[in-house]
């Protein structure tokens, strides 16, 4: 089976890492709060390197959110720079990466009927980021500034273990680097101390099943794409 079989699976964990996808159209319906704390109180069990479990994270709902929204927004269309913290892509793209990066972002736009070099279409769709995607909860994660790169490896951990575990409760998600493009209003909003780095960001509620955007689904390479076996 490789990664783009469809899914079919009696196993609970391997059924809740397939069925999970990045969610760009949310249902407005709430998302109780315990259960928000439930899956981070399970995600907590992410192991990491001498267990320093590195993360911090903001859940923001009703007010909070679309005061965030609202500033993110307004920054995105005012054309101010974005100003991330730290290098998510590299500064150069090449192959084979250039053409996976290209073949999801085409995928994705020409699901929503976004033409090559519509610029304006393209700013509004990656506007809805900053609405969440319609999400009415939103969490941000930060890290101190002085760990090493070991704890972002153990972040990701966490941040997988989230999506996942959520999607098992029914829930949809979407992971942002995107909101953590304006780092400094994202500090402002939620009083984060400047030795936090904002990592990224996550929309979380009931997925939109009818949203166009939720129609694509990105491929994968096979495991023979990237495993070496040595015998
Ligand atoms: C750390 C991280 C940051 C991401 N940032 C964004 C983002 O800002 N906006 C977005 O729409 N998708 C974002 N994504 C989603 C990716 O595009 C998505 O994971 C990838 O295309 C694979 O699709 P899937 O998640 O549906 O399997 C991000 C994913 C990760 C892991």
Redesign the pocket.
């Known amino acids: 089976m490789d990664a783009n079989t469809p899914l079919a699976c009696p196993d609970p964990v391997e059924h809740a890492v397939r069925s999970?996808?990045?969610v760009?159209g949310f249902l407005p319906r709430p998302v109780p709060l315990e259960l928000v704390e439930r899956i981070l109180s399970v995600a907590a069990y992410a192991p990491s390197g001498s267990n320093i479990q590195p993360w911090k994270a903001h859940l923001l709902t009703g007010a909070s959110r679309d005061a965030l929204s609202a500033a993110l927004t307004r920054a995105h269309y005012d054309g101010t720079p974005a100003e991330r913290e730290y290098d998510?892509y590299p500064t150069t793209w090449r192959s084979p990466y250039q053409e996976r990066r290209r073949a999801?972002g085409w995928g994705l736009y020409s699901t929503l009927g976004i033409a090559k070099g519509d610029r304006a279409a393209s700013s509004h769709q990656h506007a809805r980021?900053y609405a969440f995607f319609g999400a009415p909860c939103v969490l941000l994660f930060t890290i101190d500034d002085d760990l090493g790169k070991g704890s972002w490896l153990d972040y990701?951990m966490f941040?997988q273990s989230i999506m996942v575990v959520a999607t098992a409760h029914g829930l949809a998600t979407?992971?942002?680097?995107?909101?953590a493009n304006y780092p400094d209003i994202v500090k402002r909003h939620l009083n984060i101390p400047a030795s936090e780095v904002v990592v990224?960001g996550m929309s979380m509620g009931y997925e939109d099943p009818d949203a166009p955007a939720n129609q694509f689904?990105?491929s994968r390479i096979g495991v023979a794409d990237f495993l070496t076996i040595h015998k």
């Open positions: 999970r996808k990045s760009r998510y999801t980021n990701g941040l979407c992971p942002q680097a995107a909101l990224c689904r990105p």
